[in-house]
């Protein structure tokens, strides 16, 4: 069986290399290819083609060869303007394609046209935003004043259509959250995962600076003033004090003390279809924030004449 076997294997390696001496075969092959242009100037946003597929004539050593990519450098295909558009076709590459693969001759090219994204590099200036999205400040605390960034716009070098995504804009977080105090800090600048191999940045950080005020939570009991009611209407169930609830700024909380405050119970208003009436606080004051009232609407009491 050994002997069948070593007899078998020799004849099988005689044939094939007979087979591979002979001339007149056809195969398609993946041919390597290499697209150059001024990388100054653009940038791939894509990744390039690195081979095409062709249909070749020859020696059956030379195909072996090509097929394989023994010893075959890529095909330059050099495209002086690659941001104008985002192909080539093969026709304009065939002679010389065809000069480069000799002795083996080309048949035809299997794919018609090259895709590629190379886009122009630019630099624009983009403005500087802080995402506030997150628990930026601790609770009942506010921005007394706007944010100030420094530079509040920055540069960024890239290709074109990934300075589009950025939409004119970046958005940086704060290196903390729940603030209560003021803020002065360098924030260093972070470009987006999907754009960071994209672009460049002249500047790494920015100055961030804001105040914060805090709201704080306070009550009164307030008056009960009764207006337009008729002899013979009451209240269900006179209450015993209205509370008031808000929030104010700690800077005005001394300005509140010289407001009298009062629950205004107006007939006149009063929910016919129901024989309700709600409590409206006078006098209107624009210190007070997230204002609500306990309780707020009475059921009214008819009494006959």
């Known amino acids: 069986m050994k002997v069948v076997a070593l007899c078998f294997?020799?004849?099988?390696?005689?044939?094939?290399?007979?087979?591979?001496?002979?001339?007149?075969?056809?195969?398609?092959?993946?041919?390597?290819?290499?697209?150059?242009?001024?990388?100054?100037?653009?940038?791939?946003?894509?990744?390039?083609?690195?081979?095409?597929?062709?249909?070749?004539?020859?020696?059956?050593?030379?195909?072996?060869?090509?097929?394989?990519?023994?010893?075959?450098?890529?095909?330059?295909?050099?495209?002086?303007?690659?941001?104008?558009?985002?192909?080539?076709?093969?026709?304009?590459?065939?002679?010389?394609?065809?000069?480069?693969?000799?002795?083996?001759?080309?048949?035809?090219?299997?794919?018609?046209?090259?895709?590629?994204?190379?886009?122009?590099?630019?630099?624009?200036?983009?403005?500087?935003?802080?995402?506030?999205?997150?628990?930026?400040?601790?609770?009942?605390?506010?921005?007394?004043?706007?944010i100030t960034i420094d530079p509040s716009t920055i540069s960024v070098k890239g290709p074109t259509s990934a300075l589009e995504k950025l939409d004119g804009k970046i958005r940086i977080p704060l290196s903390e959250d729940k603030i209560k105090s003021n803020y002065n800090k360098i924030i260093p600048i972070s470009l987006p995962s999907h754009l960071a191999e994209f672009l460049t940045l002249e500047e790494e950080?920015?100055?961030?600076?804001?105040?914060?005020?805090?709201f704080l939570e306070g009550n009164k009991r307030l008056k009960i003033n009764k207006t337009n009611f008729p002899e013979n209407v009451t209240l269900l169930q006179e209450p015993n004090n209205i509370m008031m609830y808000y929030l104010i700024d700690e800077r005005k909380v001394e300005e509140l003390k010289a407001i009298e405050f009062e629950a205004v119970l107006n007939y006149a208003n009063r929910n016919k279809q129901d024989s309700t009436i709600e409590a409206v606080i006078r006098p209107r004051n624009s210190i007070l924030e997230n204002v609500r009232i306990e309780p707020s609407i009475f059921r009214l009491k008819y009494e006959e004449k």
């Open 205 to 214: 950080s920015v100055l961030v600076k804001f105040d914060v005020v805090q």
């Open 9 to 146: 294997l020799a004849a099988a390696t005689f044939w094939f290399l007979n087979a591979l001496n002979k001339d007149n075969y056809n195969t398609v092959v993946d041919y390597p290819i290499e697209i150059i242009y001024d990388k100054e100037e653009f940038m791939a946003v894509q990744e390039l083609p690195e081979k095409i597929k062709i249909e070749i004539n020859g020696n059956g050593w030379d195909l072996l060869r090509k097929y394989f990519n023994f010893n075959d450098s890529p095909f330059l295909i050099e495209i002086n303007n690659p941001a104008t558009k985002n192909y080539i076709l093969t026709s304009e590459i065939r002679r010389s394609l065809a000069e480069n693969i000799s002795p083996t001759a080309l048949i035809s090219m299997v794919s018609d046209t090259i895709h590629f994204r190379i886009d122009k590099v630019v630099t624009r200036k983009i403005k500087v935003e802080i995402d506030t999205t997150s628990n930026t400040l601790a609770n009942n605390f506010r921005l007394a004043d706007k």
